[in-house]
C-alpha cells in the first residue's frame, strides 16, 4: 500500500523546521515534520535565551514548547522518525523507519552537531565525564574539577553555567583571546572561571571515567595534566547534512548545503533553513530562513517546473 503523499515534507523539528511548519501549512500546504530525535534541535537545552525578540529571557525548554504548540496547530509533527532513504522520481520518496511516505517538496532543517577534538580517549570517555553539552550533564559534575574546551560563545556559556552550579571550571582555550560574544567575556571574568590560554587538549585520561586531561601549550610546548572529572567540549558543529548527500544539493567546502535567496538548493524541489546552510546560526536567523524557504515552496508548488 503506498504511503501518504503530502505537499511538503521538513525533515528536522527545530527552530527553521517549526517555521517552516507554520508557514507551510498557514499557505495551505499538507505538510510533515520528521525528526530523527525528539523536537526542538539545539535549543531544547540552552538553560536561558536572552535574544529572542519579545522574550527579554526564556528558557530553551520552554521556546521549544511555543514552537511546537504553534506549528502542531497546523502540521503534523512526528518525532524518532530517522529517514532511512529518501530519492527524487517524479515526486520524492521517503522512506522512514515507520513506513513510507511521498512528497512534493522537500524541506532540510537538519541543523548541525557537535564537532569532536579528535584526541585519544575522547570516544572511550564520551558519556563517562567526556560531554559536549554542559546544560544536560552538568549536574552529575557539582562540587568537582571540570574543564571547558572551546574560545566561541557556546563555550563562554558553558563555563558560566557550570561554574554557577558550584563547578569548579577552567576554560581551555587554544589562542590567547576568546571568540565569543564580548558580554560573555565580560561575565567569565567577573565569575573569576580560570584560564588556560595558548593550549590544547593531547588526550583524555581515565579507565572507566575521566580522570583528567593532559594538554600542551602551544608557545612553550609545555605539557600538564589538570585533574578533571568533567570535560565540556564545545568548539563548533558540524553539518547533518546526510539528506542533503543523498539528494544530491550542491554543499560548500565545510559541507553546509548551498541556497540562493529564496533557500532554494541545488535541487528543483529541495529547499534548505537553518543551520545547515551555514552562517550566523541563531535561533532568530533559522526562523527567519525557515519562513523563507517555505513560501519559496509555495510559490513554486503553485508553478512546479519539475513535476511533468
Same mark, same amino acid.
Given at each position: 500500500m503506498p504511503g501518504q503523499l503530502f505537499d511538503l515534507a521538513v525533515v528536522g523539528a527545530g527552530p527553521a523546521g517549526f517555521t517552516a511548519g507554520i508557514y507551510a501549512g498557514r499557505s495551505g500546504l499538507k505538510t510533515?515534520?520528521?525528526e530523527k530525535q525528539l523536537a526542538g534541535g539545539q535549543v531544547v537545552i540552552s538553560p536561558s535565551i536572552e535574544n529572542w525578540p519579545g522574550e527579554k529571557e526564556i528558557s530553551g525548554q520552554d521556546l521549544t514548547m511555543k514552537f511546537r504548540e504553534h506549528a502542531e496547530s497546523y502540521v503534523e509533527i512526528r518525532e524518532f522518525q530517522e529517514i532511512e532513504s529518501?530519492? /527524487?522520481? $517524479?515526486? +520524492?520518496?521517503?522512506? *522512514?523507519?515507520? @513506513?513510507? #511516505? !511521498? !512528497? $512534493?517538496a522537500v524541506l532540510i532543517a537538519t541543523g548541525a552537531e557537535h564537532r569532536k577534538l579528535g584526541v585519544p580517549g575522547e570516544d572511550k570517555l564520551s558519556g563517562k565525564g567526556v560531554s559536549y553539552c554542559a546544560t544536560c550533564d552538568g549536574f552529575f559534575f557539582k562540587g568537582k574539577d571540570v574543564v571547558v574546551v572551546g574560545g566561541g560563545s557556546s563555550a563562554l556559556l558553558y563555563a558560566i553555567y557550570l561554574q554557577n552550579i558550584d563547578c569548579r571550571v577552567k576554560l581551555i582555550h587554544r589562542r590567547d583571546e576568546f571568540r565569543g560574544e564580548k558580554a560573555l567575556q565580560d561575565q567569565v571574568g567577573d565569575l573569576g572561571i580560570g584560564m588556560v590560554l595558548d593550549t590544547v587538549v593531547e588526550? +583524555?585520561? @581515565? *579507565?572507566? #571515567?575521566?580522570?583528567?586531561?593532559? %594538554?600542551?601549550?602551544? /608557545? %612553550?610546548?609545555?605539557m600538564k595534566t589538570l585533574d578533571?572529572? @568533567?570535560?565540556f567540549v564545545a568548539i563548533g558543529e558540524v553539518p547533518r547534512n546526510d539528506i542533503a548527500v543523498e539528494l544530491g544539493v550542491e554543499l560548500d567546502e565545510e559541507g553546509y548545503v548551498k541556497v540562493d535567496r529564496s533557500m532554494r538548493t541545488s535541487v528543483p524541489g529541495v529547499f534548505a533553513a537553518g543551520d545547515i546552510t551555514g552562517g550566523l546560526k541563531q535561533i532568530v536567523s533559522a526562523a527567519g530562513e525557515g519562513a523563507i524557504a517555505a513560501t519559496s515552496a509555495f510559490e513554486e508548488l503553485m508553478k512546479p517546473y519539475w513535476i511533468s
Open positions: 510533515i515534520i520528521l529518501i530519492r /527524487k522520481d $517524479k515526486l +520524492f520518496e521517503i522512506r *522512514t523507519v515507520d @513506513g513510507e #511516505m !511521498s !512528497s $512534493k588526550e +583524555f585520561i @581515565g *579507565t572507566d #571515567m575521566l580522570e583528567g586531561v593532559r %594538554t600542551r601549550n602551544l /608557545k %612553550t610546548g609545555e578533571a572529572a @568533567g570535560a
